[in-house]
């Protein structure tokens, strides 16, 4: 499985920005699809994520600004990011998983500054 990500940049706070990540296979068949983000000098922390059914969680940082989604048809997993701060710059990474396993798309770095 192939996960190619886009849509990063620098953006004002304030701003928004759209993530997306394209997967090789069907989305639907994955179990969980999900957005981690890694700020400078720190760990990477989940962010976001969706279930095969649809339903979303989202983490307390990012809630009411961030919304998850996907793209069936073009099996492609969105991040769509508003309201954008300082604190929510790094580099960001699509993941699903499928049973035991797990795939990783390519960080998309993310910068929130004036």
């Known amino acids: 499985v192939q996960l190619v990500g886009s849509g990063g940049g620098l953006v004002q706070p304030g701003g928004s920005l759209r993530l997306s990540c394209v997967a090789s296979?069907?989305?639907?068949?994955?179990?969980?699809i999900y957005w981690f983000r890694q700020p400078p000098g720190k760990l990477r922390d989940w962010v976001a994520g969706?279930?095969?059914?649809?339903?979303?969680n989202y983490a307390r940082s990012v809630k009411g600004r961030f919304t998850v989604s996907r793209d069936n048809a073009n099996n492609t997993m969105y991040l769509q990011m508003n309201s954008l701060k300082p604190e929510d710059t790094g580099v960001y990474y699509c993941?699903?998983?499928?049973?035991?396993?797990?795939?990783w798309g390519q960080g998309i770095q993310v910068t929130v500054s004036s």
């Open positions: 993941k699903v998983d499928r049973g035991y396993y797990v795939y």
């Open positions: 296979e069907n989305i639907l068949s994955f179990d969980h």
């Open positions: 969706m279930s095969s059914g649809g339903t979303t």
